[in-house]
């Protein structure tokens, strides 16, 4: 069974453009969450979507949004992105409402200059 | 407010040796632990878990602790081989009831070096 894929695994982009980042779970996965990983603030939650619907959200700006389409697939995007939002961007999936162990793809590396 | 901490930042061990990594939290209202791993450019593998109502999990090498009067657990990776070099993430699940769905709050990490 594949893993969880990300793409772009790299992106380089400037101040205030926005982007969008895109994630699909493990098939039959229906929860995807999104996490950003930097050096100084560690690995934080941004938010969790099931069955199309967001049940969960960490302490981000407004910037910062998601959305899951009806097989599952997820995006997230920035937009006027600042210099503080380089990072490693995470998304991982599970299979049910309340299954914790969650399974992560490789991310995607953002960079802005 | 850091709520799980993982209070070392590294460690090192002889291949064979036993690695013990440690993990702090503070709401109670966690009821899942996980432990993870982590290599440079790739996202976080799922290594092992414990429910709250357990207080040991083991598979393999690899044995979770828990000591919930302390909010304290524990990863234990015996015997330690040089692919276990990596770095490991606890992490934490439950902590606003049903309500932070699957969302999992984790540690700072802990680089592990595995010596041959």
């Known amino acids: 069974k594949a893993g969880v894929t990300q793409t772009p695994r790299y992106l380089i982009k400037t101040r205030g453009q926005q982007v969008t980042l895109s994630c699909s779970p493990i098939s039959g996965h229906r929860s995807v969450s999104w996490y950003q990983q930097t ?8 938010f969790e979507y099931f069955s199309e619907t ?3 959200k960490g302490n981000f700006p407004g ?10 697939r997820s995006e997230m995007n920035v937009s006027t992105l600042e210099l503080g939002d380089s990072a ?3 998304c991982a999936s599970s299979l049910a409402a309340f299954d914790y162990e969650q399974y992560f793809g490789p ?3 953002l960079t802005v200059t | 407010d850091q709520q799980v901490k993982q209070n070392s930042p590294s ?4 291949e064979g040796r036993i690695s013990i990594l ?27 878990s414990i429910s709250s109502i357990k207080d040991k ?60």
């Open chain 1, 39 to 46: 050096p100084g603030q560690g690995l934080q939650f941004l």
């Open chain 1, 107 to 109: 991310g995607t590396r």
């Open chain 1, 63 to 72: 910037r910062f949004s998601g959305r899951q389409f009806s097989n599952s």
């Open chain 1, 88 to 90: 490693l961007y995470l």
């Open chain 2, 57 to 116: 999990n083991e598979d393999g090498r690899f044995t979770v602790f828990l000591n919930k009067s302390a909010k304290h657990l524990s990863l234990h990776i015996v015997p330690s081989q040089p692919g276990d070099s990596a770095v490991y993430f606890c992490a934490a699940s439950g902590g606003s009831g049903k309500a932070a769905g699957n969302k999992l709050t984790f540690g700072g990490g802990t680089r592990v070096l595995v010596k041959p």
């Open chain 2, 11 to 14: 460690l090192s061990v002889q």
């Open chain 2, 22 to 48: 440690n993990c702090d939290y503070t709401n109670s209202m966690f009821d899942y632990f996980l432990w993870y791993k982590k290599y440079p450019a790739e996202g976080p593998t799922f290594l092992i």
């Open chain 1, 54 to 56: 967001q049940r969960n």
